[in-house]
């Protein structure tokens, strides 16, 4: 007999296409649900975010547009959120879609991480840093670290971001200057340091052995609105500078008071690990000094974090007595 159109050929229990179960037969166990977010949500998402553009997300990944698109409204059900928004001309995330993004690179880098065969036998310590690193603890840091535990590499990384590629999961541990606000992270404070003025190598104020933050204020402040901690509210109000030039990393911000077009404020260490012929350091006087923070993803981590948090306060605390600042101007 044929089937009706549309009709289950297997038919339903007890009907003439399917015999009948025992009651005492266990049911089958139910299929185990889908995930309803996968891997590549996640990346066409980061696409999308880095390129600001839907087509050229398209692009990046091997994928049509329409793909892509249909990929992030998807993710965008199951969250129950805009990530993106698409009411003007450039796209643009959306609050959520900021916060989301941190998270979801965080957890593209593990899962790329944890499939990395060439990282299984050593699986090094990743140890992220915006600008000047450890300052004048740099060099022991790695040293000691070499010596206890060769089998773990350090890997110092300069990232050129806020958190050092911590919250997007490029790093285990940052080195960090000044608050953090970003959620999720665990900081501890390992030493204060002094801030200096970085002036032009020729100009008038490079002489002087000493400047406030007043000698400052009449000229533009460059300021690095990506990776640095100096802002216009460390002068006082009545105080601020007359004009500032921002730019997005050390590299531009070093140019730009060497080439003239304004000054700097920057911790100590800067003059060591960043020493330009066009730049001359000058120490502040009444800066207010700047914490040094090791800083870690709150939850589960590489193994060796508490013996990179150990070393560096053992470091600090036998080197800091000897690491008296500089009273005088140092000019790369």
Known sequence: MSNPEGADPAGEPGSPGRPARDAATPAPAPAPPTRAVELRHLRAFLAVADEGNVTRAAAHLGLTQPAVSRTLAALERHLGIRLVD??????????????????????????????????????????????????P?????????????????????????????????????????????????????????????????????????????ADLAGGPVVLNTVSGTTTPALWPPEARPAATLTVANTDDWLTAIAAGRGHGVSAASTAAMHPHPGVAYVPLEDAPGIPVLLARRDGPGHPALPKLAALAREIVARHSAHQAPARRPHQA
């Open 137 to 213: 603890y740099t060099t022991p840091l790695l040293r000691g670290w070499q010596e206890r535990y060769p089998a773990t590499p350090l890997e110092l990384l300069r990232i050129d971001d806020r958190t050092a590629g911590l919250t997007r999961g490029e790093v285990d541990a940052a080195l960090l200057r000044g608050p953090v606000e970003a959620p999720g992270l665990v900081t501890e404070v390992l030493f204060t340091e002094a801030r200096v003025a970085a002036v032009t190598a020729d100009g008038p104020l490079a002489s002087r052995t000493s400047l406030r933050l």
């Open 86 to 135: 698409r009411s003007t001309h450039h796209l643009a995330l959306t609050p959520e879609g900021v916060a989301f993004r941190d998270k979801a690179a965080a957890a593209v880098a593990a899962f790329d991480e944890a499939l990395d065969t060439g990282r299984l036998r050593h699986w090094p310590l990743r140890l992220g840093h915006a600008w000047s690193a450890f300052g």
